[in-house]
T-cell receptor
């Protein structure tokens, strides 16, 4: 099985930078995804990492260290609309399939 | 609009009943995934189909079943409903069920309330 751990809740100020960490334990690692989910809505894709290093996409960046089983999502220039849950998902090979397993999510509250 | 269509958006029913949730994948996607999201469990993988065939199974109860039809739409059947089945049920689709940057695109979900 897989074990994915991320903080339950974080708060930050508008305009600031926040880092959301995700640690995982799995065998057959085959990629890590970050999704954003506003309350009651569908998760939407933010980033994908399969090799070690940093992937930057506008205000959002994601980092992966496979040897440490660790990833983080970095959000810069926070806006009120960034208040949402951020889901870390690890994909592993299992019986010929590749299914993302999601962590419980980190609820980010951005205040003025 | 993600391109993944789920119906109904909301459903209220009683314990012991049976419901069917429907999903149409994004155009061009061949693989469909069902996830259940409840407050205390997060997003839990239920089952995956690819081109009409079951591909992977997660923590899906025996009371639940699913299928993918030739036109690629999928249905999730939930029977003998219990209070604990109340949750958001998401369908997601991807081009193929493989590796690589094979991103899942989620529908808006079906909120099931069992009274």
């Amino acid at each position: 099985g897989q074990n994915i751990d991320q903080p339950t809740e974080m708060t930050a100020t508008e305009g600031a930078i926040v880092q959301i960490n995700c640690t995982y334990q799995t065998s057959g690692f085959n990629g890590l995804f970050w999704y954003q989910q506003h309350a009651g809505e569908a998760p939407t894709f933010l980033s994908y990492n399969v090799l070690d290093g940093l992937e930057e996409k506008g205000r959002f960046s994601s980092f992966l260290s496979r040897s440490k089983g660790y990833s983080y999502l970095l959000l810069k220039e926070l806006q009120m609309k960034d208040s949402a849950s951020y889901l870390c998902a690890v994909r592993a090979a299992s019986g010929g399939s590749y299914i993302p397993t999601f962590g419980r999510g980190t609820s980010l509250i951005v205040h003025p | 609009d993600s391109g993944v269509t789920q119906t109904p958006k909301h459903l209220i029913t009683a314990t012991g009943q049976r419901v069917t949730l429907r999903c149409s994948p994004r155009s061009g996607d061949l693989s469909v995934y069902w996830y259940q999201q409840s407050l205390d469990q997060g997003l839990q993988f239920l089952i995956q189909y690819y081109n009409g065939e079951e591909r992977a199974k997660g923590n899906i109860l025996e009371r639940f079943s699913a299928q993918q039809f030739p036109d690629l739409h999928s249905e999730l059947n939930l029977s003998s409903l219990e209070l604990g089945d109340s949750a958001l049920y998401f369908c997601a689709s991807s081009v193929v069920p493989g590796a690589g940057a094979n991103v899942l695109t989620f529908g808006a979900g079906s909120r099931l309330t069992v009274l």
